[in-house]
């Protein structure tokens, strides 16, 4: 008993978490041109701590999307990711290139919107040779997301131009893979925050967002509070719209 006691205190005197503090700047577009079809567009721009010190990643991503019906809708497409110079790439930009898919879907209760968003991402990330030079060939793994979603209204008139809501939601990551370790769970994001509705498509979302991260050393963690500011920009492209 003993002997186990200790084991655990050993594991847990290893743990590392590492602090810092970001703002993320995030453009979101799922724009339709048929009923059926449709264009899903998004960056992101990320700071690396103390709010405004460097950058610490860009993300591009596109994909086609198909409306099962008004409530469903399923995407493919491409991201890519350029991790800013970092620990263990210091004079050096690290990319990744990602395939993704997923389904969407949502339901409307009382003018509350309940959301939900199952993503599959194929991630190749460049390997690292040093500080200063990257590797030939990528590292890979798959990893899974699922996001909750939840928006309330702060108006009687419901999601309508001019009005406020309050907004959050919850993801969950999971790696896997065949060069995955230590780090099967990958990070949880948690946010709170309101929108403001300038129509009944667009929207700017502005609140707090907890990432709690285990990197692939397994007793590393990255816990990152994050200002997060993105404008939603949905547009109707179909005909006699």
Avoid at 96 to 118: C, D, G, M, S
Avoid at 157 to 164: Q, S, V
Wanted: glycine content about 6%; aromatic content about 16%.
């Amino acid at each position: 008993m003993v002997c186990m006691i200790s084991i655990v205190q050993g594991t847990l005197a290893q743990k590392n978490i590492m602090y810092d503090r970001q703002v993320w700047l995030g453009y979101n577009s799922q724009s339709r041109f048929s009923d059926k079809w449709g264009v899903w567009l998004d960056g992101n721009l990320r700071t690396r701590q103390d709010f405004f010190t460097n950058f610490y990643q860009a993300v591009a991503r596109v994909g086609i999307m198909y409306n099962l019906n008004e409530a469903t809708r399923v995407t493919a497409g491409y991201a890519f990711i350029n991790y800013f110079p970092d620990e263990g790439h210091k004079a050096v930009s690290q990319f990744e290139h990602r395939p993704w898919q997923q389904l969407h879907w949502q339901t409307v209760y009382n003018k509350k919107i309940l959301a939900h968003r199952i993503r599959l991402e194929e991630r190749y990330r460049r390997k690292v040779l040093n500080d200063s030079t990257l590797a030939d060939g990528y590292n890979f793994n798959f990893r899974a997301r699922y996001n909750l979603g939840f928006q309330v209204p702060l108006s009687k008139k419901g999601i309508a131009p001019n009005t406020f809501s309050f907004v959050v939601n919850d993801e969950v990551m999971v790696n896997f893979g065949k060069e995955i370790v230590y780090n099967y769970f990958d990070q949880n994001r948690i946010f709170l925050g309101f929108a403001y509705h300038p129509n009944a498509n667009d929207q700017l979302q502005i609140g707090y967002m907890n990432v709690f991260q285990q990197l692939s050393a397994g007793n590393r963690y990255r816990n990152s509070h994050v200002v997060r500011v993105f404008f939603f920009h949905n547009l109707d492209l179909r005909k006699g719209s």
